[in-house]
Nanobody, 121 residues
């Protein structure tokens, strides 16, 4: 059973920084794209950033220049360094990954349970 576990959320003032981590565990043979999404109260879940297995990254316009996504393939981990945080960044942040696992080496999409980020003034 594959699991994605996020950590690193919390409370921060505007202009502050946080680093989110997500580690995948289970019988994993490979991980393709990984990413971070977020969902604010009353809003739909939206893409924050993604990164391919080769390290190519993509960002939502709202976070470009402030957030940096990275990954450690040896640790099956993806990170999100968030700087210059704004109140509108407040949301539950979810880790996502396309992971090859199991007896038949199938690729499935997995979500973490989410971690709360609150930016307050």
């Amino acid at each position: 059973q594959v699991q994605l576990v996020e950590s690193g959320g919390g409370l921060v003032q505007p202009g502050g920084s946080l680093k989110l981590s997500c580690v995948a565990s289970g019988k994993i043979f490979g991980i393709a794209a990984m990413g971070w999404y977020r969902q604010a109260p009353g809003k739909q879940r939206e893409l924050v950033a993604t990164i391919t297995g080769g390290g190519f990254s993509n960002y939502a316009d709202s976070v470009k220049g402030r957030f940096t996504i990275s990954r450690d393939n040896a640790k099956n981990a993806v990170y999100l360094q968030m700087t210059k945080l704004k109140p509108e960044d407040t949301a539950v942040y979810y880790c996502n990954g396309d992971i090859q696992s199991g007896t038949f080496y199938t690729v499935n999409n997995y979500w973490g349970q989410g971690t709360q980020v609150t930016v307050f003034s």
